[in-house]
């Protein structure tokens, strides 16, 4: 009887593996995982402090906060194990009437992020092809 049922565990446990595609994680791996991410995501904090294009936009921010939904949003797009629970994209950005050229601006704060953790072109590319597909639900809200 236990045998049996031990049998039948196992078999629903392979054939639910089987099932599921694994989930492509290269991204999250390749970013340095959590560490490297909230590297990247505080560099890019850095960066938008000192641009007078967008800064005026996270002037009333709780920063520490906010760092820490970026991290969970960046290690989500990128495909790793997290868990986000902030606001939708279109929510948090609902009447802050971002233009092309402010989103611009913070990819160009993320991109020197990443250039100056050392993260490769072709690795940085992925993640800024993933970010503007969001784009969408950003701007013009
Ligand atoms: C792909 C690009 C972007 C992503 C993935 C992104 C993601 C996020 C996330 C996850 C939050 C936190 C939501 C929450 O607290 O629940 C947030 C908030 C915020 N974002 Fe963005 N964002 C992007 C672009 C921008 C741009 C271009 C600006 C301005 C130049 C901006 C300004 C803000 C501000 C000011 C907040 C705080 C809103 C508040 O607390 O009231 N974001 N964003």
């Known amino acids: 009887m236990l045998r049996s049922l031990c049998v039948t565990l196992l078999a629903l ?20 995982e959590k560490p490297g991410i909230t590297r990247i995501v505080e560099g890019m904090l850095i960066n938008v402090a000192r641009d007078e294009r967008i800064v005026h936009f996270f002037a009333k921010v709780d920063i520490a906060g906010l760092r820490d939904k970026l991290v969970d949003k960046f290690c989500v797009i990128a495909g790793g194990p997290c868990v986000y629970t902030g606001d939708s994209l279109e929510e948090s950005h609902k009447g802050q009437n971002l233009s092309p050229s402010h989103f611009n601006a913070l990819v160009e704060n993320l991109q020197a992020s990443m250039d100056s953790q050392g993260v490769p072109t072709p690795v940085q590319n992925r993640l800024l092809a993933r970010l503007a597909a969001l784009r969408g639900q950003i701007i013009e809200k």
């Open 13 to 32: 446990v392979v054939i639910g593996c089987a099932q599921q595609p694994a989930k492509d994680d290269s991204l999250y791996r390749d970013l340095g």
